[in-house]
Structures are given as C-alpha cells and as structure tokens.
C-alpha cells in the first residue's frame, strides 16, 4: 500500500536511461502506464540499495518535500479510496483534459471534460479537511489557510515527528493514513501527454463515455455497501501517541 512520505534518500528527478532494458513497463505501485522500456518511470531507493520504478505521481507521494517545492499537488482528505486508485483516476481525468483539447468539437469528449471538472473539483474541495484539523490553533495565524494542505507542510510536520518522537515509516504511516495526495492536472502534463499517444489506440475517445458511465455505476455500488465516514480532526494536531495496527506501508531509505 502506498502511504505519503518523506524520502530519507533524494532521488528525485530521475531522468536516466542507461538501465532502460531492466525496466518495467509500467509502475510497480499503481501499475499506471510506463512507456515503452519504462522510459516514462522514475527510480525510487528502497531500504539501502533496492530501488522500484514508479510512474511520477506514484513517485511524488513518497516525496512531499519535492512535491510542495515544485507545487506538483494538494493534500486532501479522502480515505474511501487508496493512493494507487487516486492516482489512477487522476491520470484517467488528465487524459480527458488533454483529449478535450485535442478533441474541441467532439460531443463525448466535451461530456466527460464536465464530468472530470466536477469529479476533480470535488477531490479538490477536500483539501478544506486537511486545512480545518491543521489550522485548529495558532497555525491559521501564521499564513494563507490553503498552504496548510501544501505536501510541503504536511512535510514538515512529519519531519518534526520523525525527530521528536523516532516514529518507524510505519508508524508515520499511520498518523497519515486517510490523507492522500492530489497531483495537480498542469504538472504532470507532459507525463499525461506521453500516456495519452500509447493508449490512444486501444481506448479512442468515443469510447470513454462508457467507460466513465461503468466506473460510476461500480462506485455506486460501492457506496451503498460502505457505511458513510467522517472526517475525524481529533488529534492530527498531535503527532504523538501509539500507532494503531494497520497494513504496512512500502518504505523507503
């Protein structure tokens, strides 16, 4: 399971192709698209000297500090869906947006860009969650309420943890769970534009009506079968405390 995190070991940009026949063809978190011989991948260091190649939203999430500098997401609150879905429905709406341009005349087209513009501003409108239980005291005083939900901020704040307390990755883990990253559309533009000329042959346009159509009817059923939850602001202010058992996380050095 992905949990965000804050990478002991930088390794971030990773734009090097010499290992490109080792490569996988796609990320071996989120199993998104990873061009061909893996090219569109990013090598992420795991404990020592083990390494996984993760497509670039995957990769971010493992790296907030890099991804509140370069502004790449928000910080939302979200638990009903795991990371590696958030990011696969993202990736899915990014591909939308760019065929929407593309496709300025095409009727199905323009239907799904409304349906991504109300699907992603309602994730979007999460990050109010996330700026409620942060900003709960005097962090509200101190800047503008939305750089509460910056990665970089919710990076900080783990560092600080991470010192005071000596939390293990998994236990950081946990004091996170719930709280997912939101990659932002204009980003990971190039890595969208690159996905959307490999799968353009197998999903045209026309079809993603349908498919949107399907993915709401599966999330309906979904809900109907979860109980509703809600947001719990109760000690996020507070990094202390025992961890409760949970999955374990994928860490990295």
């Known amino acids: 399971m992905l949990s965000l995190s804050v990478s002991n ?24 698209p990873g061009g061909k011989g893996g090219a569109l991948l990013q090598k992420h260091f795991v404990g020592g000297v083990k390494f996984k190649y993760l ?7 493992l790296h907030l500090d890099h991804a509140g500098m370069v502004k ?16 696969l429905l993202c990736l899915a709406m990014f591909l939308v947006i760019h065929k929407a341009g593309v496709n300025r005349d095409h ?9 991504v513009k109300l699907m992603y501003g ?5 990050a109010e969650h996330v700026e409620h239980a942060f900003g709960s005291g005097a962090m509200d005083k101190l800047g503008p309420k939305d750089y509460l939900s910056e990665p970089q901020h919710l990076a900080s704040l783990m560092h600080y943890a991470a010192f005071k307390t000596g939390f293990s990755e998994k ?13 932002s559309p204009i980003f990971f533009d190039p890595y969208t534009r690159a996905v959307s000329r490999e799968v353009n042959q197998k999903y ?6 349908q498919l949107v159509r399907d993915f709401e009817t599966q999330r309906e059923q979904a809900r109907e079968s979860v109980p509703e939850e809600s947001f719990n602001a109760e000690g996020m ?10 999955s374990t996380p994928m860490t990295e050095a």
């Open 9 to 32: 070991k930088p390794c971030l940009p990773d734009l090097t192709t010499a290992d490109a026949g080792a490569r996988p063809s796609s990320c071996e978190v989120c199993s998104g």
């Open 55 to 61: 497509c670039p939203i995957c990769h971010h999430c």
């Open 72 to 87: 790449s997401g928000k910080i939302i609150w979200l638990p009903e869906i795991t990371q590696e879905h958030l990011n």
């Open 107 to 115: 009727d199905d087209a323009k239907a799904l860009l409304s349906h």
């Open 122 to 126: 309602a994730f979007r409108k999460r």
């Open 171 to 183: 236990a950081m883990a946990e004091k996170v769970q719930g709280m997912r990253f939101l990659p």
């Open 204 to 209: 045209p346009v026309d079809t993603w009506v």
């Open 237 to 246: 202010d507070e990094f202390g405390g025992q961890p409760q058992p949970h």
